[in-house]
């Protein structure tokens, strides 16, 4: 008895030795995971990059700055254009260098996102400069981001990035580039188009993972700090004459009450000039509304031999114009009043025409008016009543 089970203790010791040692085996087939000597482990380059920030943060020295300047002078402003000369029908173009200044370090990508006044400027071109020497990761075999401009938005955005190595499964190891002085981030060419002075700014927002928004980023996709300075475009011209239209506004007195659909106005140009060439979305009136795209008409409605040009406004904008502007100067209780409408626009080649016509307003209704008024509105009333009743809606009314 004591021998049986002297035996079976003696098989399960065995198979407990066995069981350990086929363990221990098992363990030591495994693979042991390495990263290769000339990698930096992905936690070395995380803790020397945040000890550099930290250090950077508390030594506040961060600087770094994010510059646009002409791509000829390097200057951060550019005049274009000269008083004594018209501008040219093309505007005037210029190259922009977007740089990147300072001491960075783990740089793996960036977004730039110019935002330009479109009414002074457009876009007409933007890239990554992969081929130039002074290119941030020239050299580096980047991946280009998409090139966006959005001429209607005001905005231009482009971005590159570093590769990242997946030497072993699920490690991955970011390329990034350590830079200091100035080095080449994108090159943008715009075109000036109108007189005045505007700004190129970096666009920045609050939220970081906003697509519109400027950021280098680290090997762990974390944002480095920078600041920006913005970029001045002026661009002088000699102003080209207005040319003098003569203007007929129709109706010739406008009730605020009234519900016509338009306010017709006729344009005729002096010698010289014709009518054709208006360019008709040019057109405001008092430089508020617009006129609309159609109906137009080319005649002559006054029968003088002068070709007029017929456009409208939308008469509910138009009231609403002169309501607003009767308010302000508090006229209210005289029930009438004359009121000048200038009339601006542009020729196709851009040359401006303006003209004036003065019409009498309206919105005090005659005492008979507005009891008839009154009728008409009591009787409007009564119809839709009955309608109401005879339609589906007829339980609503209790
Ligand atoms: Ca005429």
Known sequence: MRRAVSRVMQTLFFVGVLTLAFNVQLVKVEPELTSPDHYPAFQDVLNANEQTTRLALETNLITRTIRIIDAKTGLDSITLGSPTEPMPSGGYPFTVNVTLNGTTDFLHSFQIVVEFNKTKVKCTAAWIPRDDPNFVFYGESPLMGSVGVYNALGLAILGSS???????????????????????????????????????????????????????????????????????????????????????????????????????????????????????SSITLDN????????????????????????????????????SKIYTIQRLRKGFMTLTLTITGKLNDGTPFEGSDTIKIIWRMPKWWRFLNLLSSAFDRKTRLRVTLNGFEKYRLG
């Open 162 to 280: 570093l590769s990242s190595d997946y030497v072993v499964p699920d490690h991955e190891v970011p390329h990034y580039v350590n830079v200091s002085g100035e080095k080449l981030l994108c090159q943008i060419n715009f075109t000036a188009i109108e007189t005045g002075i505007s700004a190129l700014e970096i666009l920045t927002t609050e939220e970081p993972t906003d697509p519109w928004n400027t950021t280098l980023l680290d090997t762990n996709n974390l944002p480095i700090d920078f600041i920006s300075e913005r970029f001045l475009v002026t661009v002088v011209a000699l102003k080209p004459p207005v040319v003098k239209a003569c203007i007929r506004i129709q109706p010739r007195v406008l009730n605020l009450r009234s519900r016509g659909r338009w306010i017709t106005c006729y344009i005729e140009l002096p010698e010289g000039y014709d009518v054709a060439d208006i360019n008709v």
């Open 288 to 323: 508020i509304v617009p006129a609309e795209p159609r109906p137009i008409a080319i005649g002559d409605y006054d029968f003088d031999g002068i070709p007029d040009l017929m456009v409208k406004f939308d008469r509910a904008q138009v009231k609403s114009y002169i309501r």
